[in-house]
């Protein structure tokens, strides 16, 4: 159950309009995904995951951004021991990286999950031809192309071709949920039942915010609004769990993605306590005044807890607006839970500075001037 320190009054007509705002837009298919994802495709991903698990090492996943982001935090964040290992790829192009992913595979038995929902974003395509070659090395065409999981659109894109072409498993983005809302689809759940993590309790968590965590989504979204007009126009996610650093960095994404536009939004930028009041820490406490800090309160134990009331405390003291959104369990129910509520956030506090939640026009401007460049 997500918890919230504050409270604020809420124009409960503009969330209703908002509401049916996303629920009509072409991309708000995630606001309902969690009970429409259906039974077959479950088992579906289920039965891959599965069998990856039997024949593989590791799985090497290959994406970015949202077809990346998502599942990384939460497989990070929950380490489930009864999984396999992921190996991440394809989310830089620093030829560094993509050596170090290759060496760590090394000799042992793999299988690939390429993600791309557009099929021709550069940084995975790179990453999966190295990926396909040392694979066919390995096993040999026919054997390889069984180990290539594909996870894009169910029509269109270079990578959609290639799978047909060469009869990849396929995994389908659907057409109306884009990448940073697409962790609960198989780009997410595919790599995350390989890893370990219980798919059904996830969408469980999911399922359960739908309803309960629209509220405190706008309100957290209206106090966001209410800062942003106040000048706070940097917002810092803290987490007193090391493990979450990657489900900060999904935070970063959702939000710099969807509202950073027209000149507007608010700055996502995040810490991890206590290490970082080892460092940043005296900035927020001491520097300039334009921050407001979100902690997001994972149950933890005793003395971490006196750490997030210390911070609570000298930071509110130090003049930054403090919100805490708390969470009751550590686990998939509650990281599903989770990323239901932020995603519901994001859309809401878009919508209040007038931007749309679920494009992303300077990434496409990014992406076509390295086309032009290569
Ligand atoms: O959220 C988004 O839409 C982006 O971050 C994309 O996920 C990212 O650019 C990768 O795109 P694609 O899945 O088309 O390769």
Known sequence: MIKLNFDTKIDTRRKEEFLNEIEDDEMGGWLRLPE?????ELEDIKRAALKIRSNSEFLVCIGIGGSYLGHRAIIEALRPQNGKKIIYAGNSLSKRELDYALEQVGDSDFSINVISKSGTTLEPAIAFKAFKEKLMQKYGEEEAYKRIYATTDASRGTLHDEAVTNGYKMFVVPDNIGGRYSVLTAVGLLPMAVAGINIDQLLEGAREAMGATVEPAFQYATMRYELDGRHYDTEIFASFEPSTMY?????????GESEGKNGRGILPDSVIYSTDLHSLGQYIQDGRRNLFETIIDYPTDEMNAKVVKAVQIAHAEGGIPVLTIGILSFDELG???LVYFFEMACAFSAKMIGVNPFDQPGVEAYKNELKKLM
């Open 335 to 337: 990281f599903g839970e």
């Open 247 to 255: 489900f900060n960095e999904w935070l970063k994404q959702l939000f």
């Open 36 to 40: 429409k994802i259906s039974a077959v």
